[in-house]
């Protein structure tokens, strides 16, 4: 029993040394790796004593991950962090804290700047008549909403940005 145990947070910690994980990622590694259910019971329960598993760690250290790392609204981030099975309070209250409104509004600008300030340029020049600029703003903003709400980013959030931005380019233009 004692050398089981010995294996079982052996390979704890080897896991651990990769990323951080969620009590439910290392006990699915546990069972996957065949430990019984007492051994495994037995080793999460060092681990968590001995604070190298904390879902609400692993919670704020993940929403701060994909805000610095690839485009991630707080919606994606939310469903990534309730597939590893982090309990949704644990959720709630880290994304209260690490993904505020000013600080999605400053990601979603940031990105829109960066991905389509070309397009909502162009489509405030003079040139094509007043219907196929109406069209052509409609085709940019649909793009434009279809990708930030894929990510997981605010409706509310990603307008408001929108006509902001639209709004300074058009007073640039008068």
Not at 10 to 33: D, H, I, P, V, W
Not at 49 to 66: P, Y
Not at 119 to 135: K, P, Q, T
Request: charged letters at 30%; aromatic letters at 14%.
């Amino acid at each position: 029993m004692e050398k089981e145990l010995a294996k079982a947070l052996q390979y704890c910690f080897y896991y651990l040394s990769f990323r951080s994980r969620t009590n439910y990622e290392m006990q699915c590694a546990l069972k996957k790796k065949g430990f019984s259910e007492e051994i495994s019971a037995q080793a999460l329960a060092y681990c968590q004593n001995k604070k190298l598993i904390n879902d609400a760690v692993f919670a704020e250290n993940w929403i701060i991950a994909r805000q610095n790392g690839t485009l991630r609204g707080p919606k994606m981030v939310k469903q990534e962090l309730l597939e590893k099975r982090i309990a949704y309070d644990i959720i709630e209250e880290k994304l209260l804290i690490g993904y505020s409104v000013e600080k999605e509004r400053a990601v979603v600008e940031k990105a829109m700047r960066k991905k389509f300030w070309p397009l909502i340029v162009s489509n405030c020049s003079d040139g094509d008549s007043w219907e196929e600029r109406f069209a052509e703003k409609q085709k940019v903003k649909d793009k434009i909403f279809r990708f930030f709400l894929s990510k997981g980013f605010h409706f509310h959030v990603v307008e408001a940005v929108y006509n902001r931005l639209y709004a300074e380019e058009l007073d640039n233009y008068k």
